[in-house]
């Protein structure tokens, strides 16, 4: 399965500038620059990744990890094919 979300909205914490991203599905990103006053989008301490900590959608990483946490596996397994 590769269903999860890629596109975000990341609001920049430093001009307040919405901008629409596409995110590496397996990559962790903890910086990105901003497009409107070029500073750097940081992840806070604590904070999963840039994504997690200012975009309005959690990252593929956390998405997926987040999903294997809700799975059983041992409810399923065996009973998949
Ligand atoms: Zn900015
Ligand atoms: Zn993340």
Redesign the pocket.
């Known amino acids: 399965m590769d269903a999860y979300k890629k596109n975000a909205v990341l609001t ?1 914490p ?2 307040g ?1 919405r901008q629409g991203v596409v995110m590496a599905t397996q990559a962790v990103v903890s910086n990105v620059q ?1 497009n ?2 070029g ?1 750097t989008i940081r992840a806070k301490d604590g904070e999963h990744c840039v994504y997690c900590a200012h975009g309005d959608t959690p990252c593929p990483p956390a998405q997926r990890e987040k999903e294997e946490k809700d799975y059983c596996w041992g409810c399923t397994s065996g009973l998949a094919g």
């Open positions: 920049c430093h001009c500038l901003c409107g006053c500073r």
